[in-house]
């Protein structure tokens, strides 16, 4: 059983679970089976050989975190036991070593991604939009049995909820001062890779991009942060793309795989 776990303390905890059940049937395999389960302690948590971190209110959410004592424990499972992680919106937020500053003042991070998010990045909850976005990773899972990429099937509806995007990929070592511990996110040594821009459309020229775009996907070694809410359309592909990475982790014998 390989057991995935959704960060449960606030926000869209049910509806990964619900994308994460329709996923894993794109990929069943006599060889394991997936649990899902919500994460509210340290033990829950350390059940788990996956995680993801929902969209909701990071600052309420580390909030929660810290007063449950997960703080550590997620640290820990994302930064030391190098551990497939995702977070999406507010978890990405979570998930970075740096946020800038905002009206709230500082806020404690798990890190693990060397990245500065800026929160809010288009405005209030009335500025939400949806976007069609370029994800060329997307190409893996829509490759026929030829190996072939149809047209259009790289791209894909992001929903930009109050998002945050990466503002900045800093150096290693530069992490949050809001206590992170170690001090770095450190990314097992590997560098942060841009995954997804967004460029906003032009008046009167739709789909052509304005200027060099904001980053709103990217992935650091054993994590992955999205700014915008993939389980908040039906579209499982980027649900089945991560999962097909935790089991190849499991493969690699990068997890204990607990049961039989
Ligand atoms: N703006 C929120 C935050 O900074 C994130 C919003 C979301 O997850 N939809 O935590």
Same mark, same amino acid.
């Given at each position: ?21 329709? +996923?894993? %049937?794109?990929? #069943?395999?006599?060889?394991? =089976? &997936?649990?899902? !389960?919500?994460? $509210? ?103 026929? +049995?030829? %190996?072939?990429? #149809?047209?259009?099937?790289? =791209? &894909?509806?992001? !929903?930009?909820? $109050? ?98």
């Amino acid at each position: 059983t390989i057991t995935v776990g959704v960060l449960a303390l606030q926000g869209g905890v049910v509806e990964h679970l619900n994308l994460l059940r329709k +996923a894993a %049937g794109h990929i #069943a395999s006599p060889a394991f =089976t &997936f649990a899902f !389960v919500e994460v $509210r302690t340290a033990p829950q948590l350390a059940q788990c050989n996956a995680l993801i971190i929902p969209g909701g209110e990071s600052t309420t959410m580390a909030i929660v975190a810290r007063r449950l004592g997960l703080l550590d424990p997620l640290r820990e499972f994302v930064k030391i036991q190098h551990k497939p992680v995702w977070g999406t919106c507010a978890g990405l937020v979570m998930l970075a070593e740096q946020a800038s500053a905002t009206k709230q003042g500082g806020q404690e991070l798990i890190g693990g991604l060397d990245v500065r998010v800026l929160r809010n990045r288009y405005g209030s909850q009335v500025q939400s939009f949806v976007a069609e976005l370029e994800l060329p990773f997307l190409d893996a899972n829509a490759s026929n +049995a030829k %190996g072939e990429a #149809a047209a259009g099937e790289r =791209t &894909f509806r992001g !929903v930009f909820i $109050r998002a945050p995007v990466v503002e900045e990929i800093i150096a290693p070592g530069d992490g949050s001062e809001k206590g992170n511990g170690d001090g770095a996110g450190k990314g097992g040594g590997r560098s942060v890779e841009v995954l997804g821009v967004y460029r906003k459309a032009e008046e009167g020229k739709p789909g052509e991009g304005e200027g060099e775009g904001d980053i709103v996907a990217v992935r650091q070694g054993n994590v992955l942060g999205t700014s915008f809410h993939p389980e908040l359309t039906d579209d499982v592909r980027i649900h089945v793309w991560w999962l097909r990475q935790v089991v190849e982790a499991a493969r690699h014998g990068d997890l204990v795989v607990g049961g039989a």
